[in-house]
Each structure stands twice: as C-alpha cells, then as structure tokens.
C-alpha cells in the first residue's frame, strides 16, 4: 500500500510552506492555508522512517466531522476539503500556547503525579489518586507551543505575566475549551467511550477568536474505552486505550523513546500494514460510521494536487 511522507507542490499565489512532523501546511496569499495531512507519523518528537497508509485521510476526515460539530460554540478555520487528505481554512494569528485539559490522572499527568508533584501547571492534585483516576472536574493544563523541541507546561499565571496571552483573551480561550471538552465528551459517550484528555489550539482573525487545527483525533486526543473502565480501574489494570499510544508502547518494547544513541526499530510492511488497520478501527470507533478508503492511492501526490488546484481556481 502506498502511503504520502512528503508533499512538495507550488500552487498559484503560494508565499511560503511549513513542514511540520505529520502536517504541511501552504500558504495562499497570507489569507488562506492549504494543510496536507500526510502519512507520516511521529513518536517521542521523531518522524518515524515509514508512512501508515490512510492515516492523513483518518485524521484530516476526524478533525473535520469535529470542527463541524462544534462551530456553534466557537468558528474555526475551516473552509473546504477538497481531498480526503486535506483541509483548506483561513490563516490565522495563533495564541503562543496550546490548551490542554484532562478528565484523567492519566499519560504526562500521572508520571508528574507518581514522580511526588502535586502541583500541574499552577494547579493543586489532592493527594491518594491512582492512574486514570477521573478528576473531580477536568483540568486546564496548558503548554508552551514550541517551534523547535518539546511544549513544557506552563500556568494560567505564567502566560499572562509573560504576555503570552491577554487576560481576557486567556479567560475566552478557558471557557472554550470547557465547552469543546464537554462537547468531545457527550460525543464520545454515545459511542461508548470516555475522551480522556486533548488538546486544542486557537487563533485571532480580524479580532475574533477561532479553533484552528485538529480537533479530537487519535493524534491529539486519549480516549478510554468506557466499558469495563470501572472494572479495570478498580483491579489497578491498565486501560483499553484508543489513541496512538499503541505506537509509543511498541518502540518503548523495542528500545527507543527517542532518547540520542537509540535506534527505532525496524518497521516490517506486516506492522505498518497493522498500523494502518488500527488507525481505521479508530477512525470508526470515534466517528460511528464505516471508514471509506479513498481512491487512486497510487498516484497520491497527482491526486491532492489536482484536486487542491480545482478548489483554487
């Protein structure tokens, strides 16, 4: 099966391109950006050395039924997808953080918690919680959005002293991110899953918020599956997971976690075969309708382009 790793197009009236780990993202005439959600996939801030086909389709087509379905509590950016692997949407000036919030003691939370802090981006954790323990309310985390390098948390505090974000902008950005977690919430609970933790990222066009980016994808988001987690929690059992943490777990078993000196293991087709199959189970989980496999896979790079020109004209 064939799998897109990297884009190199030139569209009429395109000013720059950005390569990001997963994403390329173009831009048309600082007014509207072309984002090509590719089959790259990253683990631990590292590229892994081969694509998972259909991937990019199962996370730009997730993130699109999600933006949908939550523009009546804040617009996005959004404008058309013109192939199942793309989005185009307006440009946007991003707000210099990412907002993060957890439901759970769970992932990044819980190895801070198990290390003795029980103090999380400026926020108290009561003492005697245990792993993927639901919090009494859900939690706003933020994190720095680095260029380069790894996000590091940061507080409600830090981000306005620092000027990151006004005050009053920073208190839009945590009732919004309250209502598209509840939102995510109620969505996953009908599908019988519980939306973990996630994260969203906003931006300014002329003056007005929006959310811009994925929304509830397996790539940004933590879903438990809600059957038996009560059971599973009670018995101190790990949880049934649906997220990428699957690819994480299997580098961790074969030695790599992105540290210098380590080596990521060799990808046979069989598993990247079973990547793809995961990464389409997840698509049906979360979305609730059978997963389409796009067309004319072999001659990907001709397909977006051509379709991404229609749009254009």
């Not at 939690?139 to 409600?156: C, F, N, W, Y």
């Not at 929304?215 to 879903?223: A, G, K, V």
């Not at 210098?260 to 598993?271: A, K």
Request: glycine fraction near 8%; charge should be negative.
């Amino acid at each position: 099966m064939k799998a897109l790793t990297q884009t190199n197009f030139n569209f009429k009236g395109q000013k720059s391109v950005y390569i990001g780990k997963v994403r390329d993202v173009y831009n048309i005439n600082d007014q509207e950006l072309v984002m090509v959600v590719s089959d790259r996939i990253s683990a631990f801030d590292v590229v892994l050395p081969k694509g998972i086909p259909f991937k990019g389709q199962v996370l730009n087509q997730i993130a699109a039924k999600f933006l949908d379905a939550t523009q009546d509590i804040v617009p996005n950016w959004k404008i058309a997808t013109p192939d199942p692997m793309v989005t185009v949407g307006h440009k946007a000036e991003p707000f210099m953080v990412e907002m993060v919030i957890r439901g759970y003691l769970t992932g990044h939370a819980w190895r801070e918690y198990k290390a003795g802090k029980r103090v999380l981006c400026g926020l108290p954790l009561p003492d005697g919680m245990v792993e993927h323990q639901k919090f009494d309310s859900p939690l706003i985390t933020p994190t720095t959005k680095a260029v380069h390098g790894h996000d590091e948390d940061i507080s409600r505090q830090e981000i306005i002293a620092q000027g990151l974000v006004t005050e009053a902008d920073y208190s839009a950005l945590e009732r919004l991110t309250l209502a598209l977690f509840q939102r995510g919430t109620q969505m996953a609970t009908s599908k019988g899953l519980i939306l973990v933790d996630t994260k969203y990222e906003f931006g300014k066009v002329d003056g007005k918020i929006i959310l811009i980016d994925e929304i509830h994808t397996p790539d940004s988001s933590r879903y438990f599956y809600a059957d038996g987690y009560a059971e599973r929690l009670k018995k101190g059992e790990n949880q049934k997971q649906l997220s990428k943490e699957f690819v994480r777990e299997w580098l961790i078993e074969n030695g790599f976690q992105g540290k210098e000196g380590q080596l990521v293991p060799t990808m046979t087709d069989e598993y990247v075969n079973e990547v793809s199959e995961r990464y389409i189970e997840l698509y049906e989980k979360i979305v609730g309708e059978t997963f389409i496999r796009a067309s004319n896979i072999d001659n990907l790079h001709d397909r977006i382009e051509n379709n991404i020109n229609a749009y254009l004209k």
